[in-house]
T-cell receptor
Framework: NAGVTQTPKFQVLKTGQSMTLQCAQDMNHEYMSWYRQDPGMGLRLIHYSVGAGITDQGEVPNGYNVSRSTTEDFPLRLLSAAPSQTSVYFC?????????????FGPGTRLTVT | AQSVAQPEDQVNVAEGNPLTVKCTYSVSGNPYLFWYVQYPNRGLQFLLKYITGDNLVKGSYGFEAEFNKSQTSFHLKKPSALVSDSALYFCAVRDMRTGANNLFFGTGTRLTVIP
């Protein structure tokens, strides 16, 4: 049981480039989400999904796209990278129902945009 | 608006002493509150939660938290700090508007336990 996995661990992009951050979980969780962590700001929600085919925006969605074609995978796409997207990105998952609210986090992807 | 606040960026405590990391919340209705810990270059790990019931909640690694409705607080505590407790601690509250498990996080408190 690998839990939540994220690739890559590190990435450097030039302004204007695009890329996809990968996230997968093997716990059959319906809920998955992406957060970004910036110094002094805690974690902020980018996008989330409560099941395959269902996605919605979080607090800071601009510049990011997501899709959820399977229960296991929830990739985050940066369409045209900007220096303001330099951050550490965390994917998380949890059951959507059943009263278990705690989330399981991946190890993170550290992204630098130059 | 729903939010949590962690008023201290940094908390230093001597090994063996009790520790407290503070959190206050602002929500409409009954809050679902959480504490997570982040060790260097790692993801967040769940410590404990308050959903309903006893105001004193016990969690992993000997941590506990006290829910205080009148003071809108959910402080994290441990009776005897270990050097290995040194980490970044986040308080979070569930967003009750959407029905999903979305969280609002505080800005984090860095705990340093001094040997």
């Amino acid at each position: 049981n690998a839990g939540v996995t994220q690739t890559p661990k590190f990435q450097v992009l030039k302004t204007g480039q695009s890329m996809t951050l990968q996230c997968a979980q093997d716990m059959n969780h319906e809920y998955m989400s992406w957060y970004r962590q910036d110094p002094g700001m805690g974690l902020r929600l980018i996008h989330y999904s409560v099941g395959a085919g269902i996605t919605d925006q979080g607090e800071v969605p601009n510049g990011y796209n997501v899709s959820r074609s399977t229960t296991e995978d929830f990739p985050l796409r940066l369409l045209s990278a900007a220096p303001s997207q330099t951050s550490v990105y965390f994917c998380a998952s949890s059951p959507h129902r059943g009263g278990t609210y705690e989330q399981y986090f991946g190890p993170g992807t550290r992204l630098t945009v130059t | 608006a729903q939010s949590v606040a962690q008023p201290e960026d940094q908390v230093n405590v001597a090994e063996g002493n009790p520790l407290t990391v503070k959190c206050t919340y602002s929500v409409s209705g009954n809050p679902y509150l959480f504490w997570y810990v982040q060790y260097p270059n790692r993801g967040l790990q769940f410590l404990l939660k308050y959903i309903t019931g006893d105001n004193l909640v016990k969690g992993s690694y000997g941590f506990e938290a006290e829910f205080n409705k009148s003071q809108t607080s959910f402080h994290l505590k441990k009776p005897s700090a270990l050097v290995s407790d040194s980490a970044l601690y986040f308080c979070a509250v569930r967003d009750m508007r959407t029905g999903a498990n979305n969280l609002f996080f505080g800005t984090g408190t860095r705990l340093t336990v001094i040997p």
